[in-house]
């Protein structure tokens, strides 16, 4: 069942210390009681000018959820500050007999010790509690049930550990560090690409729960927008007990391979980072996001001494997982001798700690549908029509990859789809463009499936066939109809959206295929056009020669469309269904800048920076124009796979190349192609004027370096992934 399913998703837990013993969170959050406390006039501002009382009115009843509470005071404290705000709001419009009920889901983790937290309810509440354990990735609640989400000290705590970053064969291995803040770009992206689709969960399943008119307000320890990772405080802090940790597997107390394969779950954002994940998610507005005061905390012992305590009432749990439970003093020993000798960490670390507090609201509900389609609303199709310069014309490089993609698609077929017993096959093609690869593609489905069929001597039972044409409603449908084979052997049918959205019925299709589509983005990244943003792109169209900010905002996007794409298909393919695509990527050791399709958009640019330089186009336009398109590599598929969940991946295998006869030159074979696939989504910008002369001009330029034709397609690989979906458990 659904709910189960979501729930499973995210069952790793990271618990505070519970109890009230000295260790205990209980007694070792003075911090994070300093900043609810901090956050209370910035809190009550907001319910004042945000919180919607005309749609509260006709319910007798006001829900608050409090998301990753731990054991408190601190939640306690933070819900009476809420009370208190709600209250006021009410009576300052001369509605007091109007204050509802107040009803308190107090959420955490299943292993969060809800004991201790019902114990130190306060007995003078105002309110009605509940506790609710589960992940706050997750859905908790019913649709539109909660009237005040808040989150005090919790968003920092992924979801996961990412996967990559513990597996000895991954390149982002982070092999004798625990966290990724003094490590290599490969482990901090992997964080961030986890990071991005944490938040992505989390405003996807609090915009289903949270009520018209209601509010969220997050309380998030952070770091300066200008701030490496590496010296942010907490990041610090889990740094030197990595180097604990290495010391006493220096010494055989504990095993270096267990440390090699522990890691933090936590992730120290910036506010940008914040307002980026609100922006791509696009259910909330951020109505406010501020800096906390600092607060200084009273305290008996020193503040080296608070910081040890407050770190290992915060990380016990889980290292007692790893390591056992003998270890702890020891380490936190080691770990406050440390900070001893390098005291000027807590100093320069607390000077730059910032926290920040966000309101968000929900945006107006449409139609669910309606909104899924309108999420993904930028649309980059191919070059319509039969011209010259079309898709139809210019897709031979596409067709030679279906083809070889052929031997392998029929294998998986044969080895992994399960034989049904309906009536009709349903078979969805996802990017098809206007034909006649797509054609092609469903042909050889069809010729597989026929095949299992009669290879288990069950020709009787083959069943009808039913095909679904999708690409972006801007995609011309025209061509594609019009180009449907006379004598095909299955009904047809087109649909019109993104496949980063929902597009069928629950469990109705039983074969999803895609070839040479999902290198293109959802949408270009927000922040790469933002001349406000670190991660402004100009003077460039593309990634792959761009700052590292401009590539990790690919990367998240990239990670979230994934994610997206995923979830839609794992609602709607059939049981024992099989999807298959075939990815233009690059190799896993290739990088981004000496991929073919890269190279070649790095070429177009500079067309576009010379025509710019002339006055042809403006550089304004150049500098807010860039590709929606990423090239994953076989391990960030499989990293994506592994993240969502909903999916095994049963094969991924290089596509072998099918040479192309040539009816023209290389270089102008290359030009024809790009041009098809491009045209569109560069007249939206710039018009159609500039076309001919920005492709002549491309032309010149591959003419004149012609080892780029050589070296990109020595490197281009294209690969063909089939994934099954995971069997649905019902405890």
């Not at 009520?211 to 997050?218: E, K, S």
């Not at 992730?267 to 259910?283: D, F, G, K, P, W």
């Not at 500039?690 to 490197?715: G, V």
């Amino acid at each position: 069942m659904a709910a189960l399913e979501e729930t499973s998703k995210f069952s790793e837990a990271y618990p505070m210390k519970g109890g009230d013993g000295p260790n205990s969170y209980a007694n070792n959050s003075t911090f994070q009681k300093g900043y609810v406390d901090a956050a209370k006039e910035l809190l009550s501002k907001a319910v004042a000018e945000k919180l919607n009382t005309d749609v509260l009115l006709s319910s007798n009843t006001f829900c608050i959820a409090d998301l990753g509470c731990s054991v408190g005071p601190n939640t306690f404290i933070a819900v009476e500050n809420i009370l208190e705000a709600v209250e006021f709001k009410f009576q300052s419009q001369g509605l007091n007999l109007q204050i509802p009920e107040f009803q308190v889901f107090f959420n955490d983790h299943t292993l969060n010790d809800f004991n201790r937290l019902f114990k130190s309810l306060p007995q003078t509440r105002r309110y009605y509690a509940a506790g609710v354990p589960g992940s706050f990735y997750s859905r908790l609640f019913p649709n539109a049930s909660i009237n005040f989400f808040h989150s005090s000290f919790a968003l920092q705590w992924l979801s996961r550990v990412p996967k990559q970053v513990v597996d000895k064969n991954s390149s982002a291995w982070n092999k004798g560090r625990i966290h990724y803040s003094n490590s290599t770009d490969e482990v901090a992206r992997a964080y961030e690409a986890q990071h991005a689709e944490d938040m992505e969960c989390f405003l996807n399943a609090r915009a289903q729960e949270i009520a018209d008119g209601g509010m969220m307000v997050l309380v998030i320890p952070g770091r300066p927008n200008t701030l490496p990772h590496s010296n942010s405080l907490v990041n610090m802090s889990f740094q030197l007990i990595g180097s604990c940790l290495m010391d006493m597997a220096r010494k055989g107390l504990v095993s270096e391979e267990k440390v090699d394969t522990f890691n933090i779950p936590v992730y120290i954002m910036t506010s940008q980072e914040l307002e980026a994940a609100v922006e791509r998610n696009e259910h909330f507005s951020l109505e406010k996001l501020e800096t906390i005061p600092r607060t200084l905390v009273s305290s008996t012992v020193s503040p080296i001494q608070l910081v040890v305590s407050h770190m290992r009432a915060g990380s016990e749990g889980m290292i007692k997982q790893q390591f056992g439970e003998e270890i702890l003093d020891e380490l936190f020993d080691l770990y406050l001798k440390k900070l001893e000798e390098q005291s000027s960490i807590i100093a320069s670390g607390t000077e730059t700690a910032i926290t920040f507090l966000a309101v968000l609201k929900r945006k107006k509900r449409e139609m669910a549908a309606v909104e899924e389609t309108s999420k993904f609303s930028e649309e980059y199709p191919m070059k319509g029509g039969d011209g010259p310069s079309s898709y139809a014309n210019n897709s031979t490089f596409q067709k030679g990859a279906v083809d070889g993609a052929k031997e392998l698609l029929s294998k998986a077929v044969a080895e992994k789809l399960d034989l049904l017993s309906s009536n009709t096959f349903y078979i969805a093609d996802l990017g098809c463009s206007v034909g006649p690869n797509t054609f092609i593609s469903v042909e050889n489905i069809i010729e597989a499936v026929e095949f299992k069929f009669q290879s288990h001597g069950l020709n009787s039972q083959i069943p009808e066939f039913q095909v679904f044409f999708n690409d972006h409603t801007l995609n011309d449908f025209n061509r594609l109809f019009k180009s449907l084979p006379q004598t095909r052997r299955y009904y047809a049918a087109g649909v019109p959206g993104s496949f980063y959205g929902r597009l069928f019925p629950s469990t109705s299709i039983h074969f999803f295929h895609s070839t040479l589509a999902l290198h293109w983005l959802s949408r270009v990244p927000k922040e790469v056009v933002d001349k406000n943003s670190p991660a402004w792109n100009k003077g460039r169209i593309h990634y792959s020669n761009s700052p590292d900010e401009v590539v990790r905002a690919y990367e998240a996007q990239h990670a979230e469309d994934m994610e997206c794409f995923l979830n839609a298909r794992a609602q709607e393919i059939a049981d024992g269904g099989i999807m298959v695509l075939v990815i233009p990527g690059r190799p896993n050791t290739v990088p981004h800048s000496d991929s073919p399709g890269n190279v070649s958009l790095q070429l177009i640019g500079s067309c576009l920076m010379d025509m710019a330089r002339k006055g042809v186009v403006s550089e304004d336009k150049v500098d807010t124009f860039n590709f929606p398109v990423y090239y994953m590599t076989p391990q960030e598929l499989e990293a994506a796979v592994e993240r969502n969940e909903y999916f095994s991946l049963k094969k991924l295998e290089t596509v072998p190349h099918i040479p192309i006869p040539p009816t023209v030159s290389p270089i102008q074979l290359f030009v024809s192609h790009a041009r098809a696939a491009s045209e569109e989504v560069i007249k939206q910008q710039f018009g159609e004027e500039i076309l001919d002369e920005l492709f002549d001009s491309y032309l010149k330029k591959l003419e004149e370096q012609p080892s780029i034709i050589a070296s990109a397609t020595e490197t281009a690989i294209i690969f063909l992934a089939v994934l099954k979906r995971k069997m649905i458990l019902v405890n």
